[in-house]
């Protein structure tokens, strides 16, 4: 079984800062890419940023400049550091990681529980 637990969410106002992250733990093998999605109110969850093993990384449109994933391998952990941060950035969100659980094992995807961010004046 695997384990992703985000922490770091919270109420900002436009403008302010917000650090996430994601450790994942538990029976892991091998963790491919890793993600942050978000879900706003009334609205479908969407990709915010994602970066792969080897480090590269693609972002939303409506993030791009303000916001960057990384990862430390050594902690199969995930960050996003989010800037500028914009009242429609309001959401959960949500970790994702790809996860090879055992040598022969096909990767599957892994899900935390959710962190709010709040971006309100």
């Known amino acids: 079984q695997v384990q992703l637990v985000e922490s770091g969410g919270g109420s900002v106002q436009p403008g302010g800062s917000l650090r996430l992250s994601c450790a994942a733990s538990g029976s892991i093998f091998n963790i491919y890419g890793m993600g942050w999605y978000r879900q706003a109110p009334g609205k479908q969850r969407e990709l915010a940023a994602h970066i792969a093993l080897a480090g590269s990384t693609n972002y939303a449109d409506s993030v791009k400049g303000r916001f960057t994933i990384s990862r430390d391998n050594a902690k199969n952990t995930v960050y996003l550091q989010m800037n500028s941060l914009k009242p429609e950035d309001t959401a959960v969100y949500y970790c994702?990681?790809?996860?090879?659980?055992?040598?022969?094992?096909?990767?599957?995807?892994?899900w935390g529980q959710g962190t709010q961010v709040t971006v309100s004046s």
């Open positions: 994702n990681a790809q996860v090879q659980t055992t040598v022969l094992g096909v990767p599957y995807d892994y």
